[in-house]
């Protein structure tokens, strides 16, 4: 037979059990749509974090209090359960970095700039709203080259600054919905701060972000939040003619010697753009797989349903099978023909499917859930269906052509 041929009986057979056809179809829209939502979502987590950490730089370094063997606490407190510096008999201690000891990191070479931080949570009070948001002090002499977000309106906080505050970009637009927030006052705490400058968003409310935190100068957060010895978080600049893992490496070994631990004891955690996307894109390819993994199972579940679409449709077409080998129709032209009924069927759910998943994807980009379907991902999800539908109907097919004529024209 010629393809044609095999293709027009195929096509005519599927036409004729319309119903099973798109029953069967429908699990394969099923499953194809769930591979490409779901690992599109992964691939839009990934992406959404990188392109987070891009705008963090990666001249940035990030130094906060708990080593990978402290356990957080209740207010922000960190406790390691091992034994270490300044305890007798190893009992638990609440670590902590100084501003005395940010003082001696800030002299360290490569060290450009050194944004000593600390935070705490407060009830911020806009034109009789109340939210409860983070309060981040901040060094304003480094604060513009380590938020790591430009300005949507007004400006960064400078050294002259006082009660004045930036907000991030959620703050004014879903917090207290109003984008036109600059020169007008906000309370924290009940004391009054005037909004200087009003943050870009930072591409969503997942890591890193910003957009739900309120920045004021360090000085005015001490006294608010009468916390003068100890930081919450300290952010490097490195300087454009060092590396950053070597300055990495020198703000560990000197952090080491200041608070007289070992490598296997640290008590605090040293953190680079390398560092985090090394370990982002360790977590996305195993959210990946896994979420490809549950999407599978349906798209086997659709496969398993063509197979037994197709030994039906052997069972039904038994006596034409007679017929067409009665006509010289050789063994390999009904497997061609089943086999080319089997992957109109994979082809035409995996064409659907990936329709379905990008009208998935529109509706949750209206809740902000990331996702990214690629090129690549649609045309493997077509032939993934495809590979299912002809694998499935690959036994039906040798069946059908293992049929001897005779057999088949008697069959009723």
């Known amino acids: 037979m010629k393809i044609k041929d095999i293709f027009d009986l195929a096509l005519t057979s599927i036409q004729h059990r319309h119903l099973r056809s798109w029953l069967t179809i429908l699990g394969i829209v099923i499953g194809v749509a769930s591979i490409i939502t779901l690992i599109g979502i992964s691939l839009g987590i990934s992406n959404q974090i990188s392109s987070r950490l891009n705008t963090l730089g990666s001249n940035i370094i990030t130094i906060s209090p708990g080593g990978q063997q402290a356990s957080r606490l209740g207010g922000g407190a960190f406790v390691r359960p ?14 902590e970095i100084t501003f005395e ?9 490569g060290v450009e700039k050194l944004d000593t931080r600390i935070q705490k949570r407060e009830t911020v009070e ?37 009660e004045s505050a930036v907000v991030g970009f959620a703050v004014a637009n879903s917090t207290f919905q109003d984008l036109d927030m ?20 930072s591409g969503g409310g997942g890591f890193g972000s910003v957009d739900q935190d309120v920045f004021i100068p360090l000085k005015t957060a001490e006294q608010m939040f009468n916390q003068t010895t100890d930081v919450s978080e300290l952010v490097v600049e490195v300087s454009a003619d060092h590396d950053t893992d070597t300055v990495a490496a020198e703000l560990t070994n000197e952090l080491i010697i200041l608070h007289r631990v070992t490598v296997d ?8 753009a390398a ?30 349903g063509v197979a037994n679409t197709m030994f039906m449709s052997v069972l039904e077409q038994t006596r034409d099978i007679g017929v067409y080998k009665s006509l010289g129709a050789k063994n390999r032209d009904v497997v061609y023909m089943f086999l080319c ?62 049929i001897p004529p005779v057999e088949a024209l008697r069959y009723e």
């Open 126 to 162: 806009y034109q009789n709203q109340n939210s409860s948001l983070t309060i981040i002090g901040t060094n304003p002499d480094a604060f513009a080259d380590t938020v790591g977000v430009a300005m949507y309106n007004g400006r960064y906080l400078n050294p002259s600054d006082g």
């Open 275 to 304: 560092t985090l996307e090394t370990t982002v894109a360790s977590v996305t390819d195993t959210l990946g797989l896994l979420l490809g993994g549950i999407a599978s199972i349906s798209l086997l579940v659709g496969g398993i």
């Open 82 to 95: 091992t034994g270490g510096a300044g305890t007798p008999g190893g009992q638990a201690t609440t670590p």
């Open 101 to 109: 000891q940010a003082n001696d990191l800030s002299t360290l070479p």
């Open 182 to 201: 600059l020169d007008k006052q906000i309370l924290i705490d009940n004391v009054p701060f005037h909004v200087v400058g009003i943050l870009n968003s």
């Open 341 to 402: 009924e089997a992957a109109i069927i994979g082809f035409v759910g995996g064409l659907l499917g990936v329709v379905l998943s990008f009208i998935v994807s529109i509706i949750l980009g209206d809740f902000s859930v990331p996702i990214t379907i690629s090129a690549p991902l649609v045309l493997g999800g077509l032939f993934f269906s495809v590979v299912i539908g002809v694998v499935a109907g690959w036994a039906p097919a040798r069946n059908a052509a293992s």
């Open 265 to 272: 004891t640290e008590d605090f955690t040293i953190t680079t």
